[in-house]
């Protein structure tokens, strides 16, 4: 009997995971409630993950090359990349889950348009002979068609489902802290649109958000205004969305909003990402980088990563894989990227508390060095290393950035 999966959730992290474990001849199972999906998300991506992962031109609505960082003070600092063919990529997801998902299914995956309702967890996920069973509510495919419910037995269970994940609740994962993302989509005059051609704007202060950043991200015929915050603070995000809006009125001026979306971001990953014959990726895991808020890379690369170790330990789908075998993409993966987040959660510690340390961060950023460094992280994914003084350089325009702070802060 071949092995069998099921990826339960059908975004970025579900899309990869079913795509590898397909192509490598296991019977995969890709659950995805609505196909038309479109999650609210600031949608950048980076340079390294359009080669990585193979994604053509037309997913892609704007290749931004220049970067708006506007402080507290409105004081205003302009990035751009060096090289010409380097850009962040702007994306709608509908567009980009729709394009992984269906490769997905093309290299084999049966994509079952459903909800998952609940997992019944084996007594003992030790004995592989004991299968996980997803049980579903299968869309009706018109008005007048009613739903149907209908049960799956599997081998493996891989939790894709972001931040309400059924996986994870059948499995007890565990809680994390979180934040809200609020976002509308506006529509705005052509001559304003073209302000914004190859240019991202991110905001930073108590008026936009309490302890995280705003942005005006452009797409194919519109623009993203959006800002973000912890639980904790989540009754004001109407008000902080309200704050981004004035502090960008002059240019989205006349624009209609044509879609409101609001949706919670984790944190820190989840206490329990692998238990028994089940894994977490993406959201669902708690891969969501604090900082930046960059969530779409790390979602694909977990879910590939899990795969890979799937396909491999599995022997080409010959043996299921035990819990000891799936967390071997744990290790692989705290490895290649757990000091990428906890620098982030530094930075968000330090830059992001008070008006005075954000008027630091803006100034920060209109070092050159500073600039590169994180562009070219950003862009490739690398933690690049600067040279000794380059580094004592960096380091001193910190300390005298955040001394500065407090005399700029309004």
């Not at 009997?1 to 590898?20: D, H, I, K, Y």
């Not at 999906?37 to 704007?62: H, S, T, W, Y």
């Amino acid at each position: 009997m071949s092995l069998r999966v099921a990826v339960v959730g059908g975004g970025p992290a579900g899309s990869c995971a079913a795509e590898v474990l397909a192509k490598a001849g296991i019977e995969t199972y890709l659950f995805e409630r609505k196909l038309d999906n479109a999650k609210p998300c600031g949608g950048a991506i980076p340079l390294c993950m359009v080669d990585e992962f193979q994604l053509p031109e037309e997913i892609i609505d704007r290749k931004v090359r220049r970067m708006k960082m506007i402080s507290p003070s409105n004081h205003e600092v302009n990035i751009a990349v060096e090289r010409d063919h380097e850009y962040i990529g702007m994306t709608r997801r509908e567009i980009l889950d729709g394009f992984l998902r269906k490769r997905a299914e093309e290299l084999g995956a049966k994509v079952i348009n459903a909800v998952v309702i609940d997992i019944e967890v084996p007594k003992n996920p030790d004995d592989t002979s004991q299968p996980y069973a997803i049980n579903y509510s299968l869309k009706g495919k018109g008005t007048d068609t009613p739903d149907r419910l209908g049960s799956l037995e599997v081998d493996l269970v891989i939790g894709a489902g972001g931040f309400y994940c059924k996986v994870a609740e059948a499995i007890d994962a565990g809680d994390y802290n979180y934040a809200i993302a609020f976002q509308e989509r506006i529509r705005i005059p052509d001559d304003k649109m073209a302000y914004y051609e190859d240019l991202a704007e991110m905001y930073v202060g108590n008026d936009v958000s309490s302890d995280f950043y705003a942005w005006v991200f452009p797409k194919s015929d519109h623009v993203s205004v959006g800002t973000g915050t912890m639980k904790v603070n989540k009754a004001d995000i109407k008000k902080l969305q309200q704050g981004i809006r004035e502090r960008a009125a002059e240019k989205i001026r006349g624009g209609e909003v044509i879609k409101v979306e609001a949706h919670p971001i984790p944190e820190h990953p989840r206490p329990r990402r692998v238990v028994g014959r089940a894994a977490l990726v993406g959201d669902s895991a708690g891969y969501v980088t604090k900082s930046s808020g960059e969530g779409i890379y790390f979602a694909a690369k977990s879910g590939r990563m899990c795969a890979e170790t799937i396909v491999e330990l599995s022997k080409n789908g010959e043996r299921i894989p035990t819990e000891k075998d799936l967390k071997v993409y744990l290790k692989r993966w705290d490895r290649q990227y757990g000091l990428t987040y906890k620098v982030l959660d530094i930075l968000q510690r330090v830059f992001y508390a008070s008006d005075a340390t954000r008027e630091a961060f803006v100034e920060m950023c209109d070092d050159p060095d500073v600039q590169k460094l994180t562009f070219d992280s950003y862009l490739y994914k690398t933690v690049v290393p600067a040279n000794p003084i380059k580094q004592l350089k960096i380091t001193a325009k910190t300390i005298g950035s955040l001394l500065r702070g407090n005399a700029l802060a309004p």
